[in-house]
Structures are given as structure tokens and as C-alpha cells.
């Protein structure tokens, strides 16, 4: 079976830390993998998308990284702040299906002021 | 805003009603999607539509059913549902290899 696991569950840092969300899957034949930002009781926002055949993809302070081979994602978050605070998922593209996405249950980060 | 629209933001009805959520998109796409997101579980991928054909069905109850008269519109008709169904249900569309979320309906079944 597919899944998607995101480690830790919750995580709450001091502003200005640097930090890692970690995403794990089961298959390594994926198309590509996407990380997205849930505000409480609101949709998804799409933050970076990174094909099979990249090693990572950057926008701003946010920078995540691909190992297809070992099953694994990173989100690194720079220099952290208050309004980084919301539900970080993951979610993974596999090579055997058609265009649909397997989420993980995401990472809650705080940032305190 | 992400270009994707859905109305009611906050839905309460009782397990005999019948009820419709919309979703509107105005970016051009040609697929839309309905998620399920239920407290501490998963998004669960309910439902598929390209170019207005339902390309996906994942196992959904019958009391949910979709329609798709047009590209740019996506509904759920809900009808008779269950205590457990209460959840927030997102629609989306999808760009090339991106997907656009709407707000969601969050939905409580009494």
C-alpha cells in the first residue's frame, strides 16, 4: 500500500530557528512530490513541487529536498517566523497512478514570538 | 486567494436533509477534485473530474454524489449523511502538476 508519513506530528520552535519537517514514503517510483501550507480551517497552498528527477527545489526561506531512493522529503525552513505557523503537508504523486495525490497527515509547526 | 471558490464556508445539517456544496474556478483547468479532511487523518481523495467526466471515484459512499456540468463548476449533493461524514471538504483544480485549493466547507452532520 501507498503512504505517506510525516514525522514530527506537531513542532513548536522559538522565531529565527532553522528547522526540518521530514516526509517518508512506502514506493520509490513517484512522479513528484509537493509540499503544502493549511491555515486553520482553510485550503492548501502549494509552497514547492519537486520532480522525480530533482534533487531539491528552493523558494525564499524555504528550501526541500528529494531522496527518491531512500523513500525520503525534508521542508527546511530558514530563520523561522511567527506567521510560518500553520499545518505543513506533504503529499506524493506515484508513477502508477494517474494524476492523484497521496498526503501525509501533515506537521502543525508554532513559531513563538 | 487561490482562484478557486466554495461555498457555504460553514454548513450544520441534520442527518434527513439534502444539501448541495459549490465550488467555482475561473483559471482555465480542465480537472477538479473533491478531498475529504477529517480531524487527524489524511486528506482522503474522494472524487476526479476532467473536461467534466468523473475519472475517479474512490470507493465514496452513494449519500455523496458529484456533479460536473461544466469546467468550471464542481457540486456535492449530500444526502442523508452520518455523524462521521462531518469533516472539511475541499475542492480543487489542478494546473499542469499543481492543485489549487479552495477554502473549504466545514461541514457538521447533527
Known amino acids: 500500500k501507498q503512504e505517506v508519513t510525516q514525522i514530527p506530528a506537531a513542532l513548536s520552535v522559538p522565531e529565527g530557528e532553522n528547522l526540518v519537517l521530514n516526509c517518508s514514503f512506502t514506493?520509490?517510483?513517484?512522479?513528484?512530490l509537493q509540499w503544502f501550507r493549511q491555515d486553520p480551517g482553510k485550503g492548501l497552498t502549494s509552497l514547492l513541487l519537486i520532480q522525480s528527477s530533482q534533487r531539491e527545489q528552493t523558494s525564499g526561506r524555504l528550501n526541500a529536498s528529494l531522496d527518491k531512493s531512500s523513500g525520503r522529503s525534508t521542508l527546511y525552513i530558514a530563520a523561522s517566523q511567527p506567521g510560518d505557523s500553520a499545518t505543513y503537508l506533504c503529499a506524493v504523486r506515484f508513477l502508477d497512478s494517474s494524476y492523484k495525490l497521496i498526503f501525509g497527515s501533515g506537521t502543525r509547526l508554532l513559531v513563538r514570538p | 486567494e487561490t482562484g478557486v471558490t466554495q461555498t457555504p464556508r460553514h454548513l450544520v445539517m441534520g442527518m434527513t436533509n439534502k444539501k448541495s456544496l459549490k465550488c467555482e474556478q475561473h483559471?482555465?483547468?480542465?480537472?477538479m477534485y473533491w478531498y475529504k479532511q477529517s480531524a487527524k487523518k489524511p486528506l482522503e481523495l474522494m472524487f476526479v473530474?476532467?473536461?467534466?467526466?468523473?475519472?475517479e471515484n474512490n470507493s465514496v459512499p452513494s449519500r455523496f454524489s458529484p456533479e460536473c456540468p461544466n469546467s468550471s463548476h464542481l457540486f456535492l449533493h449530500l444526502h442523508t449523511l452520518q455523524p462521521e461524514d462531518s469533516a472539511l471538504y475541499l475542492c480543487?483544480?489542478?494546473?499542469?502538476?499543481?492543485?489549487?485549493f479552495g477554502s473549504g466547507t466545514q461541514l457538521s452532520v447533527l
Open positions: 483559471l482555465g483547468h480542465n480537472a
Open positions: 514506493d520509490s517510483a513517484i512522479y513528484n
Open positions: 473530474y476532467n473536461f467534466k467526466e468523473q475519472t
Open positions: 480543487a483544480s489542478r494546473g499542469g502538476e499543481k492543485l489549487f
